[in-house]
């Protein structure tokens, strides 16, 4: 079982850009999944979840209004568009499945992560 994360990049203030994490080995059609970002020296923090079929999402609120989770199951694909980017959003991306039907902020929720994409945002 694999997530693949991709779609990183170096970008400026207030460019956009989409993730995109690709699973394979499963379906993930019965799983809440989740993007989360890590700077190093920092814990893994929480960026946005979206419930099994769609249907809930949720945010943290640094990246309300600016960031959107979405997921195509027919294609067993997570994505997340980030618009209006900020430096502060410069971080490694992970796309994580959890073992609920629902997402939540808590990362021992999730028991399968992607590798990670860099995310790097210049002033």
């Known amino acids: 079982v694999q997530l693949q994360a991709s779609g990183g990049g170096v970008v400026q203030t207030g460019d956009s850009l989409r993730l995109s994490c690709a699973a394979s080995?499963?379906?993930?059609?019965?799983?809440?999944m989740a993007w989360f970002r890590q700077v190093p020296g920092e814990e893994r923090e929480f960026v946005a979840g979206i419930s099994w079929n769609g249907g809930r999402t949720v945010y943290a609120d640094s990246v309300k209004a600016r960031f959107t989770i979405s997921r195509d199951a027919s294609k067993n694909m997570l994505f997340l568009q980030m618009d209006t980017v900020a430096p502060e959003d410069t971080a490694v991306y992970y796309c994580?499945?959890?073992?609920?039907?629902?997402?939540?902020?808590?990362?021992?929720?999730?028991?399968?992560w992607g590798q990670g994409t860099q995310v790097t945002v210049s002033s």
């Open positions: 994580a499945a959890s073992r609920f039907a629902v997402s939540s902020r808590q990362s021992s929720d999730y028991n399968y």
């Open positions: 080995g499963r379906r993930f059609s019965n799983n809440g």
